[in-house]
């Protein structure tokens, strides 16, 4: 079959070096560039892995509609590979290929279409998690399913522990594929529409904690939001705080008087800090202050009278110091005016 790879990312090269190991014919890759604050980047290793194999390749950031007529003229595809890609791909270029487009959802399809589904998975307490290969289609995580692996994430597993197992598994789907089509026992299976749930995109500022969830809440979204997510996090006298390493106490001091956030234990276990959630008790191990330092929670956090997250006065006082910080500015920037015309 002759296959145009179109992905990028960890997953991306994992299917790549998965593709030439077992000598598959691929005709052409396009490679995901990734941005440049991005600090683990794959585009070149992967771009390299191809260049070794005489293959053709693009590291670039979309398909343009000049790539439409190369791809269909030049590369003639049966299957177009997805996996690790962001941004659309053309239905022409999905069209110039008889068996169309297929990728890898990171959810058990139809359940969590859209967006961060393995990070609404683990928010949400799904027990099971997964990645489906699927037929690419005009509405999005829509198409025909072929095949699925059902992931259980560990009581205290983290996102990028199941990233990585899901990344293992949407190679394996990709194995399935080809091994079926050689066989011809390929067969892609509909979704159940009325079975479909979906996912909102997520952006940095979401991951702010509400201390007034419960701590079995609390603790899921830090698991969640870790590396490479941008993080759960809080405020500590106004300076932003990520939340690394949490868990829920199993057996808490029952409060009665209860101020969520408020930091109630330090080095009960060396390190740590216990904090009040609306129902539960939160154990933090470690965090990331404002510069970037990963250290002990109670190395920043010292004292039982603190509380973390961010408080009508402190939002007050740091509207202020930037209205201030505007204002000096202006007044810089207005200064060699009035300067010239009294001169």
Not at 19 to 48: M, P, W, Y
Request: charged share 20%; glycine share 8%.
């Amino acid at each position: 079959m002759r296959i145009l790879f179109v992905g990028g990312f960890y997953r991306g090269h994992l299917l790549a070096k998965r593709l030439l190991e077992r000598g598959e014919n691929v005709v052409g890759a396009f490679v995901f560039r990734e941005d440049a604050h991005e600090t683990v980047q794959f585009n070149e290793q992967i771009a390299s892995q191809f260049a070794a194999h005489n293959i053709w390749t693009k590291v670039t950031r979309k398909i343009s509609a000049s790539d439409v007529s190369m791809i269909s003229e030049r590369f003639a595809p049966d299957v177009i590979f997805c996996l690790g890609w962001r941004t659309l791909i053309p239905t022409d270029v999905l069209q110039s290929a008889p068996r169309g487009g297929v990728a890898v959802h990171d959810s058990l399809l139809p359940r969590l279409r859209g967006f961060a589904p393995t990070n609404w998975g683990l928010i949400l307490g799904h027990d099971q998690l997964g990645a489906t290969l699927f037929q690419l289609a005009d509405s999005v995580d829509a198409g025909d399913v072929y095949f699925q692996c059902a992931i259980t994430p560990a009581p205290h597993e983290s996102y990028e522990s199941i990233q990585d197992r899901i990344a293992q598994a949407s190679v394996e789907l990709f194995d399935s594929y080809l091994d079926a089509a050689r066989d011809g026992t390929l067969r892609g299976v509909p979704q159940d529409q009325t079975q479909a749930t979906f996912t909102c995109a997520r952006g940095p500022a979401d991951g702010e904690i509400d201390w007034s969830a419960s701590s079995l809440q609390i603790e899921r979204s830090v698991r969640a939001l870790g590396p490479p997510a941008p993080g759960a996090f809080t405020f500590l006298d106004g300076s932003p705080l990520v939340i690394t390493q949490a868990r829920q106490l199993t057996d808490p001091p029952a409060y009665e008087g209860r101020i969520p956030g408020r930091v109630v234990g330090r080095n009960v276990e060396p390190g740590t800090i216990d904090v009040l959630c609306g129902a539960g008790v939160l154990r933090i191990d470690r965090v990331h202050t404002a510069t970037g330092d990963s250290r002990p929670a109670a190395a920043v956090v010292a004292s039982v009278r603190q509380t973390l997250g961010m408080n009508h006065s402190q939002e007050i006082i740091q509207l202020r110091e930037r209205l201030a910080a505007m204002e000096n500015r202006l007044a810089c920037l207005e200064a060699p005016t009035r300067l010239a015309s009294a001169g």
